[in-house]
Nanobody
Framework: QVQLVESGGGLVQDGGSLRLSCAVS????????IDWYRQAPGKQRELVAV???????NYADSVKGRFTISRDDAKNTAYLQMNNLKPEDTATYYC???????WGQGTQVTVSS
């Protein structure tokens, strides 16, 4: 059974940084494209970043140059490094395995101005 568990969210000031982790079990992260989504209250869930099986990455325009998606195959974990955070980044962040269509439970990120 594939499971994804996010961690690393929290409260940070405008301009701060956080690193989110997505621990994957039941399947090798190296064989799965992983993406990160976020959902703010009253808004639709939006795609933030994706890392393919081959390690290629892609980002939403709103986070390009500030966020970095990566993975550690030995730890079977994907990451989302978020720098220069802005209040508009406030949302619940979810990781998702594209191959198995499994979602984590989400982790809350709040950026104060």
């Amino acid at each position: 059974q594939v499971q994804l568990v996010e961690s690393g969210g929290g409260l940070v000031q405008d301009g701060g940084s956080l690193r989110l982790s997505c621990a994957v079990s039941g399947t090798p992260v190296s064989l799965n494209a992983i993406d990160w989504y976020r959902q703010a209250p009253g808004k639709q869930r939006e795609l933030v970043a994706v890392i393919t099986v081959s390690g290629n990455t892609n980002y939403a325009d709103s986070v390009k140059g500030r966020f970095t998606i990566s993975r550690d195959d030995a730890k079977n974990t994907a990451y989302l490094q978020m720098n220069n955070l802005k209040p508009e980044d406030t949302a619940t962040y979810y990781c998702h395995s594209i191959r198995s269509n499994n979602w984590g439970q989400g982790t809350q990120v709040t950026v104060s101005s």
